[in-house]
T-cell receptor
Framework: GIQVEQSPPDLILQEGANSTLRCNFS?????LQWFHQNPWGQLINLFY???GTKQNGRLSATTVATERYSLLYISSSQTTDSGVYFC????????????FGQGTELSVKP | KAGVTQTPRYLIKTRGQQVTLSCSPI?????VSWYQQTPGQGLQFLFE???????NKGNFPGRFSGRQFSNSRSEMNVSTLELGDSALYLC?????????????FGPGTRLTVL
């Protein structure tokens, strides 16, 4: 099956710094989503981005489907950005079945 | 619209018992998927229901089962609980579970098996 790898596994930043999180996937996908898991466990949707670039405030994401990777950019990080970031992909013949990476745990220090 | 809701939020059971978790999707969504999250295995897909039919299933033993009702609400059941079933169980809903659909997650049910 499709493999999803995220890097780095852990990241520590000072408040105000920028960061880039990467997600590589091993096969063509029809759906790619980025999530932020808050301290209570809920997965918060950040982007639905199977291809192209999107921006939402301090966050932006780019997926290059032909090269099978996606990047999540966080600019001017804040302590509230701390948590685990997951990317997840879905292929055409796996309706409803998101395959998750192992996540990047981000810690933003004041 | 209200988001995905899950009940209960926390549950403590002992080995050998069974448990039922509930998930109410976003209004109008007909696909509900369930995931298990553990520190060792990460987020793993359990099963997906669409229009009351199981459409996709992950690699979990038969002790894990589910169903979906006509109003799209879904339940999952775990029988003969084992210590390793301790996990955060998340459900997600989408309009049709298709490749172009965004999936939205509920807050999860944290199950502890003693």
């Amino acid at each position: 099956g499709i493999q999803v790898e995220q890097s780095p596994p852990d990241l520590i930043l000072q408040e105000g710094a920028n960061s880039t999180l990467r997600c590589n996937f091993s096969d063509s996908v029809n759906n790619l989503q980025w999530f932020h898991q808050n301290p209570w466990g809920q997965l918060i949707n950040l982007f639905y981005i199977p291809s192209g670039t999107k921006q939402n405030g301090r966050l932006s994401a780019t997926t290059v489907a032909t090269e099978r990777y996606s990047l999540l950019y966080i600019s001017s990080s804040q302590t509230t950005d701390s948590g685990v970031y997951f990317c997840a992909v879905l292929t055409y013949n796996q309706g409803g079945k998101l395959i998750f990476g192992q996540g990047t745990e981000l810690s933003v220090k004041p | 619209k209200a988001g995905v809701t899950q009940t209960p939020r926390y549950l403590i059971k002992t080995r050998g018992q069974q448990v039922t978790l509930s998930c109410s999707p976003i209004s109008g969504h007909r696909s509900v998927s369930w995931y298990q999250q553990t520190p060792g295995q990460g987020l793993q897909f359990l099963f997906e229901y669409f229009s009351e039919t199981q459409r996709n299933k992950g690699n979990f033993p038969g002790r894990f089962s589910g169903r979906q009702f006509s109003n799209s609400r879904s339940e999952m059941n775990v029988s003969t609980l084992e210590l390793g079933d301790s996990a955060l169980y998340l459900c997600a809903s989408s309009e049709a579970g298709g490749p172009g659909d965004t999936q939205y997650f509920g807050p999860g049910t944290r199950l502890t098996v003693l």
